[in-house]
T-cell receptor
């Protein structure tokens, strides 16, 4: 039957703070991970990705950390701005074998 | 411009009617996906296709159907068997089914009236 959707957890921060959004992934064989940002009423947009041969990758104001031992992924946003308010999803993939699988998502609210 | 296009942006359906949502991509991607999103919730996979003329059910395929006759097109039909079709539908494409980012369309909001 149809699975029940999960309501999104919310992270509230003040403008200028650093934000950390966490994600637990399910498949130890996954070797590629992506973070997406979804603004209200729009499709998700790519933020940053990381492959399993790395522990850390940095972009502009964002850093992704990968802990394969505990199957955990995090997205760090430096100096959070009101424009960062959105829903953030992690996704996992395994080359050639597996469809893209999304995590539950986290809603980030940034207060001025 | 390369990208993935969903149409229409808003769609209204009467109860008991089938309706088809369009998804077209010109990125030459092999894999395409359909997701459903309800308010305040995450993405749930309806169907996905790894190659032309082949597709697989996702987690919530009941009441939906798809076709993949062309590489660039992956239409989704919401049938009258779908009991609660009002939702935001997202289409995505990916170069292969692994190791590359997926690109999303801007979504179709379907409302049953």
């Amino acid at each position: 039957g149809e699975s029940v959707g999960l309501h999104l957890p919310t992270l509230s921060v003040q403008e200028g703070d650093n934000s950390i959004i966490n994600c637990a992934y399910s498949n130890s064989a996954s070797d590629y991970f992506i973070w997406y940002k979804q603004e209200s009423g729009k499709g998700p947009q790519f933020i940053i990705d990381i492959r399993s041969n790395m522990d850390k990758r940095q972009g502009q104001r964002v850093t992704v950390l990968l802990n394969k031992t505990v199957k955990h992924l995090s997205l760090q946003i430096a100096a959070t701005q009101p424009g960062d308010s959105a829903v953030y999803f992690c996704a996992e993939n395994r080359e050639g074998f597996q469809k893209l699988v999304f995590g539950t998502g986290t809603r980030l609210l940034v207060s001025p | 411009d390369g990208g993935i296009t969903q149409s229409p942006k808003y769609l209204f359906r009467k109860e008991g009617q089938n309706v088809t949502l369009s998804c077209e991509q010109n990125l030459n991607h092999d894999a395409m996906y359909w997701y459903r999103q309800d308010p305040g919730q995450g993405l749930r996979l309806i169907y996905y296709s790894q190659i032309v003329n082949d597709f697989q059910k996702g987690d919530i395929a009941e009441g939906y159907s798809v076709s993949r006759e062309k590489k660039e097109s992956f239409p989704l039909t919401v049938t009258s068997a779908q009991k609660n079709p009002t939702a935001f539908y997202l289409c995505a494409s990916q170069l292969t089914t692994g190791g590359t980012e997926a690109f999303f369309g801007q979504g179709t909001r379907l409302t049953v009236v």
